[in-house]
């Protein structure tokens, strides 16, 4: 399964960016996925996961209310809707498919993860 992301940039704070992520082959039928970001200098954390059929998604705190994932297995992509932006939330973001039709907040719960895209959010 390869994964490719796309959509990062260059943002102000306040503005939005929609993340995308294809797989190579048709890996959400079954499988969750969700996406990750690791800023500079600082580990990779979770940002939201989103099941199989798109009835279930989970948000880090930080990104509650203003991020949502979803889905679309007829293409084998995976959104994030990032809107009121905050320099915090400069960083790469990865996306990932996971083991199971369900996927928690934990990095060890994924097995495939894309090269990841570039967020930069300017004050």
């Known amino acids: 399964v390869q994964l490719q992301a796309s959509g990062g940039g260059l943002v102000q704070a306040g503005g939005s960016l929609r993340l995308s992520c294809a797989a190579s082959r048709r890996t959400g039928s079954n499988n969750a996925m969700g996406w990750f970001r690791q800023a500079p200098g600082k580990e990779r954390e979770f940002v939201a996961s989103?099941?199989?059929?798109?009835?279930?998604?989970n948000y880090a705190d930080n990104v509650q209310g203003r991020f949502t994932i979803s889905r679309d297995n007829a293409k084998n992509t995976v959104y994030l809707q990032m809107n009121s932006l905050k320099p915090e939330d400069t960083a790469v973001y990865y996306c990932?498919?996971?083991?199971?039709?369900?996927?928690?907040?934990?990095?060890?719960?994924?097995?495939?993860w894309g090269q990841g895209t570039e967020v930069t959010v300017s004050s």
């Open positions: 989103i099941s199989w059929n798109g009835g279930s998604t």
């Open positions: 990932a498919v996971a083991r199971g039709s369900y996927a928690g907040r934990s990095l060890t719960n994924y097995n495939y």
